[in-house]
Structures are given as structure tokens and as C-alpha cells.
């Protein structure tokens, strides 16, 4: 009879640890298997020159796990840059312009009421076959109206020179322009009309020094 009596306390009591064991294991949904990872993802970068652009995910839900986490870097279709003919320029106004060829020397003076200005530029090739370079190509902008160089373009001691440049080619060089002496310190642009490999049009960019 005792014996029963004891068997029937010890039954709540292992039941009881039993529910205790139980509870002290994780609570459902926190352990990895019953975690369901929010994969986000960044926007792909540019593709590189060698054909792969990349992402960065991350798990939003941190359930520490990598199964089903997205691509970060997949091959892509590489478009080179265009093309381009960078042109830095600078100006400065001239009374005369000095020619010295040999032991004779002399210079050169605007017209009436006119004034030199001296532009000093560097081209430099940035993917083109070639590009021509030559005084007829340039014009200056100022005050609305576009004027042609200077016949002393072909004379001034650092004259730049009609030649094509090729890819990845600099040329520096100095152009002249006769500009009315009421508009000398309005401010002005560069224009170029040459061609670029054949009878391309050149992708000009400009740059004011």
C-alpha cells in the first residue's frame, strides 16, 4: 500500500520535470530551421572592363544561413567608353606677334582698331583612330560671332601643328585670332569643325584653363 502511495507522488513530480526539460531547449521559431532568411540586395554595379558587375545581400532576418542567398556577381555585356577629344584652352591678347626665321627678324600687328588674341591649347586623343588637327578647324566665339584664325596661327613660335593625331596621342599647340578690341574683354568659346577618324564627327570635350 505504501509502495502505491509513493508511486502515485512520484508521477506529478516526473511529470513536472518533464515539461521543465522540454522548455528549456530554444522556443520555437529562433533556431535556424524555422528561421526564413529576407535576403535584400543591393542595386548591381557598373560592368567592369573585365565583363562581372557585383551586389551586396544580406539576410534581413539574420537567421545565419546561406542557402538561397542570391547571386553577388554575374557576367555582363562591358560597353566601352565613347570616344572623346578632351581640349584645355587658354587666351591671352597680343599687340603684335614676333616671327623670326633665321637672322631676320620682324612682327606682326592686328588691323585698325583690332587685337590678337593668342589661344594656347592641348588636344588629346581618347579612343579615336586618329584626329585632325589643324588652325582652319578652329573658330573663336565671343559677343555672338564665330571668327576663323589668324593667318599668324602659321607663324607664332609655338604654332600648332596640321597633323592627325592618334589614339591616345597630345598635341599642344597655339592658335591666333584678330577679334575687335570692343569686345576683348568679353568673355569666349572654342568651336572645332575636323574630323575625327574619316568623317566622324569628334566628341569634343572642352575645357577652359
Not at 39 to 50: H, K, T, V, Y
Request: charged share 15%; with cysteine.
Amino acid at each position: 500500500m505504501r509502495i502505491l502511495f509513493l508511486i502515485a507522488l512520484l508521477i506529478p513530480i516526473l511529470l513536472v520535470a518533464g515539461c521543465v526539460g522540454q522548455n528549456s531547449s530554444a522556443p520555437i521559431g529562433t533556431s535556424n530551421n524555422d528561421c526564413t532568411p529576407n535576403w535584400q540586395c543591393s542595386a548591381w554595379s557598373d560592368c567592369s572592363g573585365s565583363r562581372t558587375h557585383t551586389r551586396t545581400c544580406s539576410d534581413a532576418n539574420v537567421c545565419n544561413v546561406t542557402s538561397g542567398k542570391p547571386s553577388v556577381s554575374e557576367s555582363c555585356t562591358y560597353t566601352p567608353p565613347a570616344s572623346s577629344v578632351d581640349i584645355s584652352y587658354s587666351g591671352s591678347l597680343k599687340n603684335s606677334i614676333p616671327y623670326t626665321i633665321g637672322e631676320y627678324e620682324t612682327e606682326y600687328t592686328p588691323d585698325s582698331g583690332k587685337i590678337y588674341l593668342q589661344i594656347n591649347l592641348t588636344m588629346k586623343n581618347n579612343g579615336y583612330d586618329k584626329v585632325s588637327s589643324s588652325p582652319i578647324w578652329f573658330n573663336l566665339i565671343t559677343n555672338n560671332i564665330s571668327y576663323s584664325s589668324d593667318s599668324t596661327s602659321y607663324v607664332v613660335s609655338d604654332k600648332l601643328e596640321s597633323v592627325d593625331i592618334l589614339n591616345g596621342g597630345t598635341l599642344t599647340g597655339s592658335l591666333v585670332f584678330q577679334i575687335p578690341q570692343s569686345v576683348s574683354s568679353a568673355p569666349f568659346t572654342m568651336d572645332y569643325s575636323g574630323y575625327c577618324t574619316g568623317l566622324e564627327k569628334c566628341n569634343i570635350i572642352w575645357s577652359k584653363v
